[in-house]
């Protein structure tokens, strides 16, 4: 360390390197198929809810691969890519996860939130128990790594935005789930810590959400809500 700065930098960093650009060549996509590709897939995310009540229906793991690789193509700070993604399917796991969650929800729903929280919740329906943690074949708990850590020699370095790209590889991981025709939830029990223990994540990651994947039930129900129309949610300047 100190003046020199080829001593600056931890060569332990996986971060470091040098700007070494290569060409980008994307697949090109003809105007007259753009259209069509956009609505195609705004007709699927129109489709998507979150869905409470799953079918057992077993669910096909490479479709589950496939999406989680869709939201690794996300934007990070750094490209520090700081997440992963857990996919649970044992029976106990799932039941465990199911118990610490209900938990925490009967005590947040009971004292923890405040009653203007509730009301926000009242035409969503939501309540304690939380049966979609055991019914969904899958649960994909992602988590958030704050920092890097390499367990061999303990280096840690600091991730930037995290929440940010965290957030937008979910949203990647959501569309491709509903592009295979499956069902999520993006679940928050809260506080939800105990998803740390139970999938034996290290002290760099921090939960960020619980996601239930599935068929949805053949009797399932959602809330009847609308979304904002265009001029909304856009402005222009
Ligand atoms: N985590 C609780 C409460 C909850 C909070 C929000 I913000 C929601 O959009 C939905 C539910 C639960 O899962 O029931």
């Known amino acids: ?5 080829t001593t600056r930098f931890d060569p332990r960093d996986p971060l470091l390197g040098t700007y070494r650009p290569v060409p980008y060549r994307p697949h090109v996509v003809p105007a007259d198929e753009a ?6 897939f705004l007709t699927a995310m129109q489709d998507r809810r979150s869905v409470r009540a799953f ?3 077993p669910v096909d793991p490479a479709v589950i691969d496939r999406a989680i690789l869709t939201a690794g193509t996300a934007p990070s700070g750094a490209h520090a890519e700081p997440w992963t ?3 649970v399917t044992d029976p106990d796991v ?3 996860i199911r118990a610490a969650a209900e938990e925490e929800e009967r005590r947040s729903y009971a004292d923890r939130m405040p009653d203007d929280w509730l009301t926000a919740l009242q035409r969503l329906g939501t309540d304690e128990v939380k049966t979609h943690l055991t019914d969904a074949p899958v649960l994909v708990v992602v988590f958030a790594q704050a920092h890097f850590l390499d367990p061999d020699t303990g280096f840690t370095r600091k991730h930037y935005y995290v929440t940010e790209s965290v957030g937008i ?3 990647l991981l959501l569309a491709s789930l509903r592009l295979a025709g499956l069902a999520t939830l993006t679940h928050t029990p809260s506080p939800m810590r105990f998803l740390s223990e139970i ?3 290290p002290r760099n990651e921090r939960p960020f959400v619980l996601i239930p994947v599935g068929h949805p039930a053949a009797d399932a129900t959602v809330p009847d809500l609308d979304r ?3 001029d909304r949610i856009r402005v222009h300047v």
């Open 94 to 96: 799932k039941s465990a």
């Open 35 to 40: 259209e069509a590709r956009q609505r195609d």
């Open 199 to 201: 999938c034996g994540r």
């Open 1 to 5: 360390m100190g003046d020199d700065p």
């Open 55 to 57: 079918s057992t229906e």
């Open 85 to 87: 993604f857990v996919v």
């Open 228 to 230: 904002k129309p265009l």
């Open 169 to 171: 590889a979910v949203g």
